[in-house]
């Protein structure tokens, strides 16, 4: 597979065949991720890999919950929540593996507390870009992503960190869900054309 069929292909996929992923995929896929640009060539990136019975619904538990508080707090209609439970009991989210990515606080290189926050930010932007990778890795094996937002929520971020037995220097950056997809592939137009979010100087 090209790359571009990769970029082109890779999409947000919600739904999962119950088709368990085998862990010859997985490490594939984490050696992609680690293939990316990381600031001062710290890789101070970890990868956590939920995917027994118990660690997954665990994480379903806690997508059902952040998600309610999540469109409440944007205001949705009781309408459109009821539509977010049913399409919750139909599997939405339930994927046969999830992978969290954190970095390690402590793992930086300028020592002076005024870097502090820049620090983070180069750590995060890694730990983004591995991300990136990972996800298109799973395009070319045939498999579907899902970038979870929510789980950046301080209650759900917590339990993670706690069924992996990480400290407090640990600080997720991305969950991801990963599976077989459920429905083909329909990758969406971007709103914005080319245009209007590129200036050249």
């Given at each position: 597979?090209?790359?571009?069929e990769a970029?082109?292909?890779r ?21 992609a ?16 890999i939920?995917?027994?019975n ?24 009781n309408?459109?929540?009821?539509k977010l439970e ?23 290189v ?5 870097y502090?926050?820049?620090e983070m930010?180069?750590a ?28 950046n ?19 997720l ?29």
């Amino acid at each position: 597979m090209e790359l571009e069929e990769a970029i082109n292909k890779r999409q947000s996929i919600r739904f999962y065949q119950k088709k368990r992923i085998g862990n010859k995929k997985i490490e594939e896929l984490v050696k992609a991720a680690i293939r990316a640009p990381n600031a001062n060539g710290l890789e101070n990136w970890f990868f956590v890999i939920y995917n027994s019975n118990e660690a997954r619904e665990k994480i379903q538990e806690l997508l059902i919950h952040s998600h309610i508080d999540y469109y409440r707090e944007i205001g949705i209609s009781n309408e459109k929540m009821d539509k977010l439970e049913k399409k919750f009991k139909e599997g939405m989210y339930s994927a046969p593996c999830y992978v969290a990515v954190f970095i390690d606080k402590n793992s930086k290189v300028l020592k002076d507390k005024k870097y502090e926050e820049l620090e983070m930010h180069w750590a995060i932007e890694s730990a983004a870009m591995a991300i990136e990778n990972l996800m298109l890795k799973a395009v070319e094996l045939g498999l579907g992503t899902c970038y979870i937002g929510v789980a950046n929520f301080t209650y759900f971020e917590n339990e993670i960190k706690k069924m992996a037995g990480l400290g407090k220097n640990y600080q997720l950056v991305g969950l991801i869900s990963i599976g077989y997809p459920k429905k083909e592939r329909k990758p969406r137009k971007r709103r914005k054309r080319l245009e209007e979010i590129t200036k050249f100087v």
